[in-house]
DNA sequence: CAGCTGACAGATTTCAATATCTGTCAGCTG
DNA sequence: CAGCTGACAGATATTGAAATCTGTCAGCTG
């Protein structure tokens, strides 16, 4: 828990949400709790964060960035693209997936939070899509890659491997042939890639 | 309704149960309003499914097969494999959509279903992924599709379309960038599965 | 006077009493 | 006597009163 004296800031807001969404789980964690945890009183959260709702939108707007953040270092490499790829995905479905196994509890909390918030997701595969056409951008620069519309193409293939990064799937990817598949699937991909 | 004079038979109980889900929803359809509706006491539905869990099953399956029966006649035919998985995955994706559009709240209904029945669903994804594997032996027989393991590669193509026929997605089946979004994603499956 | 408090109204959630449902079975009926 | 009924026990759902929460704001405090 971060300290009680420090002046109040958004940051320590989100940071404490955090704390008791983890502790509380998202049905049970409310306005008054976080305000509890943080030592004021809740009139003093609702002069950072308009609503109940728009804190905790910016919780998961936190911890989808997160992702993305880690995401972004294999887009700027200058490597192969096809390799680029293959790590991208490889990347987003080893992180989801090790989210949703290490702590059930907390990434379904995030499920309920992604799921209340409207701007929050849409932004994140915006993100990510855009990751995705730089990838395919340098794949066609570099002739290993067929495409007439990058943007196109990138949304095509982030549909494509849904399975592998959309947290409704969570529940396979603790399977065993779930390596195979995705190995499957990726390859299919590439193949629709090459030039 | 079907006649209540007739003797008592599993399908008058199923089309009865459809009935009345269709008129309740899932919450609320309870075995006793099926015997109502039937005209006997629950004690009999008893008689022909040993519980309500049972019951429900049933009706999912009988409603998934239906799909899986209106795609087997493309499987069936006699023409190019390519047109085939393009007319395939167009007509699951039809079916799923206007399924989903035309009566939402009967959709859900059996998305409730779905969720609560163990088995209907693995069984109608073997199912319509088997119809797959033989038009991609098809393709492969035909030259046209290159695959070393045809069963595999169906898993993978029925996995990239999962955003076009998962209930999941249905929101995004009404947007009007999924008719684009469609079209990329089968172009790319496509590219990816030509010898 | 910028930032925090705490009382307040209306909305939402909790909880326990009450009603309904599921699944069984002894016995009725045609 | 094969098939149906309806009463029953335990499980589940509904309901409404009480408790809690959300969001506001007048006024306190450093």
């Given amino acids: 828990m971060p300290p009680t004296s420090e002046t109040l800031t958004a940051e320590r807001i989100l940071e404490t949400t955090e704390e008791v ?56 490499e200058d490597r192969d693209p096809e390799a680029r790829l293959r790590d991208w995905l490889r990347g987003l479905f080893d992180a989801k997936r090790r989210k949703a196994g290490d702590d059930p509890e907390l990434f379904a909390t995030y499920m309920v939070l992604t799921g209340e918030s409207n701007e929050a997701v849409p932004e994140h595969i915006d993100d990510l899509t855009a990751q995705l056409t730089r990838i395919i951008e340098a794949g066609v620069a570099a002739g290993t890659f067929a495409s007439d519309d990058p943007q196109s193409t990138a949304r095509a293939v982030f549909h494509a491997t849904g399975r592998f990064h959309d947290p409704c799937y969570a529940p396979e990817w603790a399977q065993p042939e779930a390596e195979a598949d995705f190995a499957a699937l990726v390859e299919l991909v590439v193949l629709g890639l090459r030039a």
Same sequence: chains 1, 2.
């Fill in 21 to 76: 969404l983890r502790r509380h789980g998202p049905a049970k964690a409310t306005v008054v709790d976080v305000a509890r945890a943080l030592g004021v009183s809740h009139g003093s959260v609702y002069r950072h964060f308009r609503t109940k709702a728009a804190l905790r939108e910016a919780v998961t707007k936190r911890w989808l960035d997160r992702t993305s953040e880690a995401l972004a270092g294999i887009v700027a």
